[in-house]
């Protein structure tokens, strides 16, 4: 088994022609729901780990302890994270590609990139 982060970006386009807040509230708990179903799916088969959606603002932090804020360069955003414990790539790819499936504005699916990584084990 190796664990994976499956980083999901909304970069626009398909059916996040629009921000999420932006979106009707019927697709805003279409989407969500689906999040929760496919983590419900990947809980009852002991893949799924961890799974967050994440604010859009952020805190960059250097080791001198000086700080800024940033929002999301238009166009691209960091909207969540999964880190999945599969038996290879390949099936980490498969959840990747239904989550970038998942419904968004108008139900239209979201065809959002999402970067799958494998996650290094100390040795």
């Given amino acids: 088994m190796a664990k994976y982060l499956l980083m999901q970006h909304y970069e626009g386009g398909a059916g996040c022609d629009r921000p999420i807040g932006d979106w009707p509230a019927a697709d805003i708990r279409a989407h969500i729901d689906f999040q929760l179903a496919l983590d419900a799916e990947l809980t009852a088969a002991g893949e799924l780990v961890d799974s967050q959606g994440l604010a859009a603002e952020a805190t960059r932090v250097v080791s001198d302890g000086t700080t800024s804020a940033t929002a999301p360069v238009t166009g691209r955003l960091l909207a969540g994270y999964r880190v999945v414990d599969v038996e290879d790539e390949r099936r980490a790819v498969e959840i990747a590609a ?14 959002q990139p999402i970067e799958v990584r494998r996650v290094m084990q100390a040795p």
């Fill in 98 to 111: 239904r989550t970038s499936a998942a419904p968004g504005a108008g139900g239209v699916p979201i065809q």
